[in-house]
């Protein structure tokens, strides 16, 4: 591997605001969750982040869509924006920006409930598997509408 000088730092995407997302976890802060700098640790931030995921998906409604399929995480991309502190509460946004044949893009912001700017970004590409094989999951026409709802007309990953 040679050494090669960095001339142009990697570009940050612009930090989204409440309005861009549909779905809204609240979650309670822990001191559990902070870490030896006093703010909440940035593998917390990934799981607050996976817990919201995770709400999209769970009503008994989309489980029937699914099939019988679990949700698998394939690439997690997250922007630490701003520190995040105990005590407090923080809302989570989530969106479905595109469906594919088996996964689906999520981009999420994290907010501090008292009104802050986004503290954190995410974006997610999950991809619906079959329990038992591990084999991906074709993702149908209804559940592929209520994921959609509200983004883009024709959005695909």
Known sequence: MTAQAITEAPRRMAAPVRGDFRFWTHEKLRNA???QFRHVNNAVISTL?????MEIFSPPAIRELMDGGNLAIARLLVEFRKEVHFPGHVDIGS??????KTSVRIAQGLFAAN???CHA???AICVI??????VPCPIGVELRRHLLA???EGASA
């Open 33 to 35: 969750d902070t870490d």
């Open 49 to 53: 982040f996976e817990a919201a995921r």
């Open 95 to 100: 969106t479905v920006v595109a469906v594919g």
């Open 115 to 117: 009104g802050e700017g």
């Open 121 to 123: 970004s995410a974006e």
């Open 129 to 134: 598997v079959d329990p038992k094989t591990g």
């Open 150 to 152: 509200g983004a883009a």
